[in-house]
């Protein structure tokens, strides 16, 4: 059980028998008034942000979160398939909301790090993926670099490995391999020249 004043930032809670991570959370106290702790919390099932106020009296419990590994094996329509780390016939779909944007940054046989919720019933649910801040993605279409053409900037449009598309700076080509924030999606730097 977690007080009020214990709810912080990246902790996990059930709210409503469903699982939250803290985004932020302010203790405050205004004048006469108790303290209470102003949170915003994000939705494990479905992604719902939401502001949620605990008061001195208010207990919470902390979710029940694990890590996990299992390896992409392939997409079929909206269900990208998958099977646990070293156990290739424990094989099962997720459906790509769930994926999210992380499709962009896996490829077929890449081991991915998601976070599973338990609840009473034992029964686990896969909340979603834990992706790195960067990530390295080869380049494998670029246009070429054509002289006298950094008046708009310098900048190009790049196609990686994943299909994900990058504005790049025009010195990349196809090969090179790029690191890629997996927040926003922007080109951060060139790790190796092709």
Do not use: C
């Amino acid at each position: 059980m977690l007080n009020y004043n214990e709810i912080k930032e990246r902790k996990y809670i059930l709210l409503d028998d469903e699982p939250y991570e803290v985004i932020s959370a302010q203790v405050s106290r205004k004048q006469a008034n108790k303290p209470v702790n102003k949170t915003k919390l994000k939705s494990l099932m479905n992604g719902r942000v939401v502001e949620h106020t605990f008061h001195m009296s208010d207990k919470v419990d902390e979710a029940d979160m694990s890590k996990k590994n299992y390896v992409y094996i392939y997409s079929k329509g909206t269900e990208l398939w998958f099977h646990a780390e070293g156990d290739k016939s424990d094989r099962f779909p997720i459906d790509s909301e769930v994926i999210g944007n992380a499709i962009n940054y896996i490829l077929e046989g890449d081991t991915v790090e998601f976070s599973i919720f338990t609840n009473d019933n034992d029964e686990e649910v896969i909340t979603g993926v834990n992706l790195p801040i960067k990530i390295e993605l080869e380049v494998t279409e670029a246009p070429p670099a054509v002289k006298g053409n950094t008046a708009t900037g310098g900048d190009k449009l790049v196609t990686t490995k994943t299909g994900l598309k990058v504005t790049v700076p025009l010195f990349i080509n196809v090969g090179d391999i790029i690191a890629v924030n997996t927040d926003t999606g922007e080109y951060t730097e060139r790790v190796s020249k092709a």
